[in-house]
C-alpha cells in the first residue's frame, strides 16, 4: 500500500510538475552615454512579466537631471524617463526595458 502511495504521487508530481512555472530572475538594465548621462535600475521577473523595479539610480555627466521617473507600460515592459537639463536646453529620455520570451530587450530614446 505504501508503494502505491509514493508510485501515484511520484507520477502527478511528474504529469502535473510542468505546470509550474519557476523561471524567476533579476536582471540589471544598464546604460551610458558618453560625455551625456547614464543610468541603471533593477527588474524582477517571473516568467515574461516584470514584477518589481528597484535600485533606480540616473547621473548625468553635464547638466542636470531635474525628474526621473519610471512606468510600467505593459506587464513585461518598464520605462524609466529622465528630464535633464543642459544650460538652456531641456532633453526627455527614456531608457526601456522589455522582457520576451525569456530575453530582455534594452531601448533607449
Known amino acids: ?18 505546470m509550474a512555472n519557476a523561471d524567476a530572475a533579476t536582471l540589471n538594465v544598464v546604460h551610458h552615454s558618453a560625455l551625456s548621462w547614464s543610468a541603471n535600475y533593477k ?21 542636470k537631471i531635474t525628474r526621473q521617473y519610471v512606468t510600467q507600460d505593459s506587464s513585461n515592459k518598464v520605462t524609466l524617463h529622465i528630464t535633464r537639463v543642459v544650460g538652456p536646453a531641456t532633453y526627455h529620455v527614456r531608457l526601456s526595458a522589455r522582457v520576451s520570451k525569456g530575453k530582455l530587450y534594452v531601448t533607449f530614446s
Open 1 to 18: 500500500m505504501k508503494t502505491l502511495f509514493v508510485t501515484m504521487v511520484t507520477c502527478l508530481a511528474i504529469l502535473f510538475g510542468g
Open 43 to 63: 527588474i524582477e521577473t517571473s516568467g515574461d512579466k516584470i514584477k518589481k523595479v528597484s535600485n533606480v539610480k540616473a547621473s548625468s555627466r553635464i547638466g
